[in-house]
């Protein structure tokens, strides 16, 4: 009996609910985000040094991890800031200098630990929150939402979601939930644990929102967790003229409704390589006015929390879901693929009295977030959740997925390389120290380095393989 025979053998109904729909948003083009390939490096015990680095001892007792010490009280409060749609690479903090985009979030992400090479679960929103706000990947939770943009919408979350705000709500913290993206909300029933639920479309409104809610938190007298989620940069890409550079145009068309844009998309391919390329450039540019808006905002907020007095006694929470791809693999935005400008996303931690500024440069996933959430505030981390406390151990790969029927895509990624597998057959290999914008593949079926990748990755697609329920298939999988 073949592989794929055994594997069909053995399906077994498990629920998979849910069906498509999230409107992909281009990618600028790729700049390494440190220019320097990441390493593994973990910080020695003990240590509030920057990863790698030759570390100073203190004088307190660790938890489980490094960067988390327990030399000062652990935080009252938590604020969960994530903003959509952001590639790490057009962070000016992980190496961006095409222009200024981040200075508030880089500001802050100085006075704590940032993690520098961190990839998201999966390549949209919904699945992306899954797993930050769990700690457990789709296939642990028995739910990988589809996103086949072919499909009749994305179902709601089928049971009580283990969330973050639930387990804090549970511990007695007020909390409080502002979006301008809707798979966040209770349409998805991923607003589990939240007292309060409100949306902003933009910017300016998500933190006028936010600033309410926090009022209210602050003047309960209770502990709080706050979520605010920014959904700039995502398409269509319209910022404010005020964070916009002159200089650059679209001659075929415009990126700043989502009418416009498939009215672009439809013409491009046939569209002169001249005009093609200054389009290209003009929508990196809105795409980084759309992040600069952000930013401002997020700075807004950051600032009213300072105006609580309440600053002191936060623990802030950065976070980007995924990225976004402009052509660079031949796709316009994303929710598609699992490509590094698409997978890879930023993510930080600041408290002060608990978390010494590091920069921790090892394989970490949205998963690791809400275990290490948890042993910030001394709380139990509960022994179901799949992440790891950032710095607890080396982490020598880590695994994404967007579920699409038969145009699902998988990948791992290890501290120097990435093999993707898309169902309907297609491989990508990418030496991502050599390559790290992923322009070259060097997929070979025979290559060694390909094939101890596919033994990493073989068990997730056979796993996934069994126990979907729409009959969708793995297609041209290697043969043992």
């Known amino acids: 009996m073949t592989w794929l025979a055994m594997l069909l053998a053995c399906r077994d109904p498990a629920p998979q609910v849910s069906e498509p ?59 969960l800031v ?40 999966s390549a949209w929103t919904m699945a992306s929150f899954l797993c930050l706000l769990t700690g457990r990947d789709q296939l ?26 639930l387990r804090l709500r549970q511990e007695g913290f007020a909390t409080g939930l502002v979006y301008a993206n809707s798979f966040l909300s209770s349409t998805f029933a991923m607003n589990t644990g939240h007292d309060t639920e409100q949306r902003g479309s933009r910017a300016p409104g998500v933190t ?31 910022p404010d003229p005020t964070f916009r550079e002159g200089g650059t145009d679209c001659p075929v068309g415009s990126f700043e409704s989502i009418e416009d844009f498939k009215a672009l998309r439809a013409v491009f391919d046939d569209a002169d390589p001249t005009d093609q390329a200054a389009c290209l450039e003009h929508v990196n540019m809105l795409y980084d006015a759309g992040i600069r808006e952000a930013d401002h905002h997020i700075g807004r907020l950051l600032d009213h929390l300072d105006t609580t007095g309440q600053r002191d006694d936060t623990l802030i929470v950065f976070a980007t879901d ?38 921790h440069t090892g394989l970490t996933t949205h998963v690791d977030v809400h275990p290490t959430l948890l042993t910030v505030l001394d709380l139990e981390v ?30 791992v990624t290890t501290p120097s390389e990435t093999l993707i597998y898309h169902w309907d057959g297609r491989f990508h290999h990418y030496d991502d120290l050599a390559d790290p914008t992923q322009a070259s593949d060097r997929y070979d079926a025979d290559d060694p380095a390909t094939q101890a990748l596919w033994q990493l990755l073989e068990p997730r697609v056979a796993e996934l393989a069994a126990r979907v329920t729409d009959g969708s298939v793995p297609q041209g999988l290697p043969q043992p």
């Open 21 to 79: 729909a999230e409107s992909t948003v281009p990618s600028p083009q790729p700049t390494s985000a440190t220019g320097t390939p990441a390493t593994t490096d973990s910080a020695p015990t003990g240590s509030t040094a920057t990863t790698g680095e030759t570390a100073t001892p203190w004088s307190g007792e660790p938890t489980a991890s490094p960067y988390v010490l327990r030399s000062g009280p652990p935080p009252r409060n938590v604020l």
């Open 322 to 359: 995924h990225g976004e791809e402009f052509l660079e693999h031949g796709e316009w935005e994303h929710g598609h693929g699992l490509f590094q400008a698409i997978h890879r996303s930023t993510v930080g931690f600041v408290y002060p009295p608990r978390i010494a500024p590091a920069q």
């Open 382 to 411: 509960p022994a179901e959740l799949t992440g790891t406390i950032v710095g607890e151990q080396t982490v020598d790969h880590v695994f994404g997925l967007v579920y699409r029927n038969e145009l699902t895509g998988q990948v």
């Open 140 to 165: 642990d939770l028995g739910y990988w939402p589809d996103n086949n943009n072919h499909g009749a919408g994305v179902d709601p979350f089928p049971y009580e979601l283990p969330s973050l705000a």
């Open 82 to 121: 994530s903003v959509d749609t952001t590639r790490f690479d057009h962070l000016n903090s992980n190496g961006y200098t095409a222009r200024e985009t981040s200075p508030r979030i880089d500001g802050l992400l100085a006075e704590g630990l940032a993690l520098r090479n961190h990839r998201s679960c």
């Open 208 to 238: 006028d929102h936010a600033i309410e809610r926090l009022d209210e938190l602050v003047g309960s007298g209770e502990r709080w967790f706050l979520h605010a989620h920014y959904n700039d940069p995502h398409n269509p890409y319209d």
